[in-house]
C-alpha cells in the first residue's frame, strides 16, 4: 500500500459538522526531528523515542519506511508509516500499525 498526501475530512454521523480536517502527507526531515524529541509523561511515556535523533531521521526518512505526518491545522497531529514494518501479524489479517504524537 502506497500512501499519498491529502485532506481528509470527518463528519459526524448525522452529519452535521466537521470533526476534524486532517492533511497526509510524506514526512521531511524537520518533522522527524519534531516528533523525535517530544517527551510525554506517564502513562504515555511508552510513546517517548529512546533512539537518537539522527538514527530516527535516517529510519524515518527511508523509502521503504513510507513514513507520512498527519497535520490538523498545519499542525504536527500524528505519525504513521506504511511499510513493510508496519504491519504486525493478526489471526486472519494483518493490519497496520500506526503511532500518533498528538499533544
Known amino acids: 500500500m ?3 498526501a491529502g485532506t481528509v475530512t470527518r463528519r ?3 452529519g452535521r459538522s466537521v470533526i476534524s480536517d ?3 502527507r510524506p514526512v521531511t526531515e524537520d518533522d522527524v526531528r519534531d516528533f523525535a524529541t517530544r517527551r510525554y509523561e506517564p502513562p504515555s511515556d511508552d510513546y517517548n523515542m ?3 535523533v539522527d538514527e530516527a531521521v535516517q529510519y524515518f526518512l527511508q523509502p521503504e519506511t513510507n ?3 498527519i497535520l490538523r491545522e498545519d499542525e504536527l497531529a500524528g505519525f504513521c508509516t506504511f ?3 508496519a504491519w504486525v501479524p493478526a489471526a486472519t489479517t494483518r493490519r497496520p500499525v500506526s503511532t500518533s504524537v498528538s499533544g
Do not use: F, I, N, R
Request: charged letters at 15%.
Open 2 to 4: 502506497k500512501a499519498t
Open 12 to 14: 459526524l454521523e448525522s
Open 22 to 24: 486532517l492533511t497526509l
Open 50 to 52: 529512546t533512539q537518537p
Open 67 to 69: 513514513c507520512h505526518v
Open 83 to 85: 511499510g513493510s514494518d
